[in-house]
């Protein structure tokens, strides 16, 4: 059984069967400053577990819990209250610590890639600090490590699902100018500072990625590619 009806949600489907419930309907805007103490996604959560009938409880949480630096942000105390939760109310559970999803949603403006993409195609500008780093991971690369773990590893744990590789901000923003050959309309800061943490350890995810022979070669491109051709491909340059 599958909760929720989002990117994950939908790229979950193949995984769906009788003996796991993924609950992929969670509060995905990382960036609010604040979230009610008793939230529909709680709520869920405590129904679902209620009700729970053995089978395997998978939460999605966020990588962001690992860096003490973000404890006090609500978005984190929130996953992070989740997660004690679950540990201690479900009795066959994985909570999956992961990054920023990229696949087919563009009813989501909050992610990275959907906001790079709009401000490219409108001449919007941005602020970027070229030094930062993100990471992300195609959905359906998270789908794919997902189904190896279930098939050969432990339950009842909390693990990071990532990709093994992070990038700059820099290199981010040179891919998009280099597949759309376009410029942004940029704002170069300099600050140190950000707005989150992200301190990964991607041991897992790197032996995930070698035993579903998946590759981190040409990562930027290879998403854009996939998701984001409504600019006719004429104007593609990636």
């Not at 359906?140 to 279930?150: G, N, R």
Request: proline share 3%; glycine share 2%; aromatic share 12%.
């Amino acid at each position: 059984m599958i909760v929720g009806r989002g990117l994950l949600a939908n790229a979950l489907e193949e995984l769906d069967d009788e003996s796991c419930l993924f609950y992929a309907n969670g509060i995905s805007n990382s960036i609010l400053e604040n979230i009610p103490k008793h939230n529909f996604e709680i709520q869920e959560i405590e129904e679902i577990a209620k009700k729970q009938q053995g089978e395997l409880f998978i939460y999605f949480s966020t990588s962001q819990v690992n860096s003490k630096a973000n404890h006090d942000r609500a978005y984190v105390k929130h996953k992070l209250y989740l997660e004690n939760f679950i540990a201690h109310n479900f009795a066959n559970y994985l909570i999956v610590r992961t990054t920023n999803l990229v696949g087919h949603n563009p009813w989501n403006t909050h992610t990275l890639f959907n906001y790079l993409y709009h401000a490219i195609t409108v001449n919007q500008q941005i602020i970027v600090n070229p030094v930062l780093e993100r990471n992300f991971l195609d959905v359906s690369h998270l789908v794919s490590l997902l189904k190896k773990y279930l098939e050969e590893y432990e339950r009842n744990k909390i693990i990071e699902i990532v990709n093994p590789i992070s990038f700059t901000m820099g290199e981010i923003v040179n891919k998009f100018e280099n597949c759309y050959s376009k410029k942004f309309n940029v704002e170069m800061q300099k600050e140190a500072t950000d707005f989150a943490v992200f301190e990964l350890n991607p041991e897992l995810s790197q032996e995930l990625f070698e035993s579903c022979k998946l590759s981190t070669l040409n990562y930027i491109t290879r998403l854009l590619k996939k998701y984001y051709l409504s600019i006719p491909m004429e104007k593609l340059n990636c």
